[in-house]
């Protein structure tokens, strides 16, 4: 039986929450790169999108990747008023690949004491230490906690709707999606999510 809504988040109920949005946040920045790919494509007449998408797939190094598309786009719409869009939207590509970058290659450490939320943690490689002895064990700066990767998450759906929204503009397409889609929420409150993993525990699994 699950613990009351208005308890605090379990342990176990964490570490579920903890991979289940890790694995989501992960997911959500490979819609990221599938927009990139759109945003490339954009640049290139019908007939040389496929070949233009293949030659931009084949690039290995993410920030070569996003040179490429920034070479392309102001090249295709330099002087249009796309260039100030794009601008916005590379500059939140570059920052957020940062945050990507520490999703997959930080580690994780259990912190058994913690609060409800801080009980895992994505942690640097390399970290200082505390100058003073701590009674019981924290996560160091700059480590990742479940709220934070929730946060990781919603800003990367936000950016490739906010991408997909470009090229929607640029080849004068219309949407029924919300533009608010392009703009991140901030993370849930320790309450709803708890409330959110007892929900996806509470459901019977499919046979």
């Not at 640049?43 to 931009?56: I, T």
């Amino acid at each position: 039986m699950l613990p009351s809504d208005h308890s605090p988040m379990t342990g176990y109920e964490e570490s579920i929450a903890f991979y289940h949005e890790l694995g989501v946040a992960v997911s959500a920045w490979a819609n990221v790169e599938r927009a990139l790919v759109w945003i490339v494509t954009s640049c290139f007449s019908e007939q040389d999108q496929e070949s233009s998408a293949l030659m931009f797939l084949s690039i290995e190094n993410f920030r070569s990747k996003t040179q490429v598309a920034d070479n392309l786009f102001r090249t295709k719409f330099d002087g249009t008023a796309h260039i100030e869009s794009w601008n916005e939207l590379s500059q939140r590509t570059e920052r957020l690949s940062q945050l990507r970058n520490h999703l997959v290659h930080y580690h994780t450490m259990g912190y058994s004491d913690g609060k409800p939320g801080r009980r895992l943690a994505l942690i640097p490689t390399l970290s200082r230490k505390p100058k003073f002895r701590q009674k019981l064990p924290k996560p160091p700066s700059g480590s990742l906690c479940l709220r934070d990767i929730v946060s990781a998450r919603l800003q990367f759906t936000a950016l490739a709707f906010g991408l997909e929204f470009l090229v929607h503009r640029v080849n004068q397409q219309k949407t029924l999606l919300p533009a608010s889609l392009a703009q991140a929420d901030d993370a849930p409150s320790m309450a709803k999510l708890t409330h959110q993993i007892r929900t996806m525990l509470s459901q019977p699994l499919s046979p």
